[in-house]
């Protein structure tokens, strides 16, 4: 881990760079759970109208900073917009969750497109431009894309499916089609996550949500060369760039990750065994996370309780304090007020 | 682990003493997959009807061993029986899973009752001696139940729920009534796993199917605790009882579990780490699994691959092959009669 000057305690720590009292914010800090988000969500039309209208987007980034001070804002978009800019079709169903022309036999995969539109992607980049040029020096921008395994498991299913069982069996059965979803993936997120960077971000977050779900050589295969890739690709252009991986449920799985995607730091859930993730994930990189969000839901002892056992857990090494996955819509303001508080009140 | 005598493979494994064709069964065996079970199925009316129809409940059962020749029969039964004998309302409706009335606020708890009615459990004890007179003296019969956390998160929600978060929040914001759940599961299955035994059982296996959804803290108190005050009070009454715990997706929490609740094997699903697993678990205690019901279906070199792969990686130690978790409906037979052949030709 090389040494940064920065001004930033979110990027220090992700240098390897411990801070006595740990960087925070949380994964889907923009969203529901607020009013001043529902509010812009409900003038801004379809979901997909928010992440591509600069204005909105830059808004509802800055929302959390303003009210809660977090040490990262993270741009306001969605992992569907990649397969959008490759040419698939992609909309949100209120209350559904996203549906997408499935991409489910050799012979519709044969067709995808392997460069992307990036034009169709403008307006996120606009929106990162616009938050870093209102945003405190100390404040870190992290922009964002999903793990080519997870969108690929939108694509193959056409919508969110509770076991992601449409890819791992395409992926079983015909893996050298998969592997061309992959590469379309791949490639469109290395230039992605340059442009974001351009654009103004600090720090960039890779999230494979699905990536818990495989076994040791698919998640080998499917999960972390993709991502390895993703990694070297990035750094080959921009060898100071910042990457955090968050291969959800990886498990005992996580140091082999580290090892082979070079990220700088990882993002682990709320299951994760603290034991294992100091002696051989924080020796080597950062460690953000992981807040269980049904303890900041329940909120009062139970709340203190978890905040101290991350806290006990991680943050005597280099660690951003951070849910183990999104904000609940239905968490309690005070919740998060109570957190942020006990979080800063730390002196480790 | 203590050395046993015995003319069953299976519990030899459980007993630490690794076996060079590794013994071989698949959870849910008895199960929709089989045209033989749907044709039973069809006539018993309702799913609990099946259950307790000790004739039907015994043919199920032995079905998948007369077809395969597995080393282990597991009594076909439901986990959610013991809330059933604690006076709960247990439906299952077709196509939707079950059906309980919510037992989701302290007021309600306080009403559960803490004595099971265990003549509504007679049917399987019924079929467990009917199936032990019949099978072969090589073949080993398991009795089961489902884990105190897991049947909880049932009765809370009142149906299956895709996070579990129902209980989840309950077991944070009221701890102690949760409790009385819990403590109601624990006597309640000690005894049903007692009579088990009593009826034929061979073995025993404990199913945690959402353990994996756990914060250590909270693995700690509802998964591991309540498993090692059943396995401590079955072996109070039977010294020698063998008992296998599932807590499907524990991942790096699987060497605390095994330490502490004294399990003879632990059931792994697929996304296991391997090298975690021989050197903190199959170095204690027995170890069955993990082939990714998937890879089942898929069959073909994929199966071969995914099959070799688990005999790589636990074969050399007590090892009994299994899935990761239930075979699914929709798997091939020819398939399920490659992977026996496959396994039944290794030379470990």
Redesign the interface.
Known sequence: MNQTVTNKPFIAVLSGQRQAVPPIWMMRQAGRYLPEYREVRAKAGGFLDLCFSPELAAEVTLQPIRRFGFDAAIIFSDILVVPYALGRSVRFEVGEGPRLEPLDTPEKISALATEADFSKLEPVFEALRRVRGVLAPSTALIGFCGAPWTVATYMVAGQGT?DQ?PA??LA??H?EAFSKIIDALVGTSIAYLLKQLDAGADALQIFDTWA????????ARWSMEPTRRIVEGVRSARSDAKIIGFPR?A???LP?YVAATGVDAVSID?????K?IREQVQSKVAVQGNL?P??L??GGA?LD??VD?VLASYAQGPHIFNL?HGILPETPIAHVEQMVARVRAYRG
Chains 1, 2 share one sequence.
């Open positions: 509770p069982a791992r069996l079983y059965r893996p818990g779900v495989l076994s040791p050589r698919e998640f449920g498990g005992a799985l082999s709320w299951t994760a065994e603290p294992l269980d049904l303890a839901i329940t139970a309780q978890a056992d183990g």
